[in-house]
């Protein structure tokens, strides 16, 4: 029998936080629970494109700003999520599991009106963003002693919430790791329809036929650390005979969110790098894009580079090995636990030199790329696929709601002894 379950958070986006909610969500409805979102958002506001259109959603507080005067988007946050919780409370019948993530300020009167269990998805402590206030600091830590039960997307996030919250210590944090769709769902668009020859057709506009393609894709967001993709093309060009170097193109297919200062400001300051580096002509940029046009893009890129660092939730590395393209990452943060070092990707130190040598292993080795890439497919569907990920979560919601909080036998429990690192080598310059 399946459960009443609500997610709730403060805003619709087009990051990993919102696809990571969007995927639990659809794969909650797959084992016959009845879903429903609970989300301040205006109907014209950018979602992603596969939210079912029969899932119940409800908008209560959108008319609360997201922000004032650039400034107070915390507080902000937590009024959208508080008049969206109201709402909640009122449904009948009521839920038998709440889903919250981002604001756990609000589980403490959310615990004290309503008899479901309360579970927060951590993706990242908010006492470790710039701009955080004591008081909002201890405000999340009362939020997340409040949860019934509390899950993150890393043995890293699961670290820093230890770290940024040494006071409840003694809490139980499960790991439950993301989960992505094997090739033939993440690329079926791309294989036929008209939605996948059109994303061909565009790609083609954008890069020739024997370009050599290095894609970042993401958001365009400054904590991802984008500028090192352009320093390590300006770093390659020593590196390649000129004529060779001259097919290189890096594509930031990003996502855009216009709404965000920071992000057209990112988008800006990459445009000016490109040209300061003399690589404008090389340099491609593609916004929002749809899931056709990433597929597409997938399958034109030679490898995927990943520059955040500190990452806590690295999605696009798994998206990346999913489609069977091979990927360099920064050796910190989630790829750690995600990129198997020498099989599936390379993992360096986050500078230009470092990223420069890697690329130009891809490059120089015809066959390296082929086999890293299947490599990483054949690992994500043994270690990060959809339908693990929709297992595991939903035993875990369904222990939650039988009884008690800490479901250990779903995920594994995390000790604060810190995050085993990856046993391969990080490739260095």
């Not at 352009?230 to 930031?252: K, Q, Y």
Request: glycine share 8%.
């Amino acid at each position: 029998m399946g459960l009443r379950i609500a997610f709730l958070r403060p805003r619709l986006g087009i990051g990993g936080a919102e696809r990571l909610m969007v995927d639990a969500a659809h794969e909650l409805i797959a084992k016959g629970h009845d879903v429903s979102f609970h989300v301040p958002a205006r109907g014209n506001e950018k979602e992603f494109e596969d939210i079912p259109a029969a899932m119940p959603f409800h908008r209560d507080g959108a008319w609360i700003p997201e922000q004032i005067g650039g400034r107070l988007r915390r507080p902000c946050a937590i009024a959208r999520t508080m008049a969206a919780a109201r709402r909640l409370v009122s449904m009948r019948p009521g839920y038998d599991v709440v889903v919250c993530d981002v604001v756990p300020h609000v589980l403490p009167w959310l615990k004290r009106r309503t008899s479901a269990r309360l579970l927060y998805f951590g993706h990242c402590p908010d006492a470790q963003l710039p701009g955080t206030r004591r008081l909002l600091d201890r405000w999340e830590s009362k939020g997340l002693g409040a949860a019934h039960a509390v899950v993150v997307n890393s043995r890293f996030t699961a670290n820093a919430f230890r770290h940024a919250f040494p006071e409840l210590a003694s809490m139980p944090i499960e790991v439950l790791h993301p989960g992505v769709g094997a090739p033939k769902d993440m690329r079926h668009d791309s294989v036929s329809g008209d939605a996948g020859r059109a994303a061909a057709q565009a790609c083609r506009a954008l890069v020739a036929d024997d370009a050599i393609v290095l894609l970042s894709l993401g958001r365009f967001d400054p904590r991802k650390n984008l500028p090192l993709a352009i320093h390590a093309v300006a770093a390659l060009r020593t590196r390649m005979a000129p004529n060779a170097f001259a097919r290189v193109r890096l594509v930031f297919a990003g996502r855009l969110d216009d709404r965000l200062a920071e992000a057209r400001e990112t988008r800006a300051a990459l445009e000016r790098e490109a040209r300061e580096w003399n690589l404008a002509h090389q340099v491609v940029f593609v916004d929002s894009l749809s899931a056709a046009d990433r597929a597409a893009w997938f399958e034109r890129a030679l490898v995927v580079l990943y520059t955040a660092e500190a990452e806590h939730l690295g999605i696009v590395p798994l998206e990346a090995m999913a489609a069977g393209r091979p990927v360099i990452a920064v050796n910190r943060g989630d790829p750690l636990e995600t990129v198997v070092v020498g099989r599936t990707g390379l993992l360096c130190e986050p500078t230009p030199g470092a990223f420069a040598a890697a690329i130009a292993r891809f490059i120089t080795e015809p066959d390296l790329a082929r086999r890293m890439g299947a490599d990483g497919r054949a690992h994500v569907d043994e270690r990060f696929s959809r339908e693990r990920f929709g297992d595991q979560l939903d035993a875990f919601v369904r222990q939650l709601a039988a009884g008690p909080p800490a479901a250990t036998a779903v995920t594994s429990k995390v000790r604060s002894a810190g995050v085993p690192r990856n046993t391969g080598q990080t490739s260095s310059e």
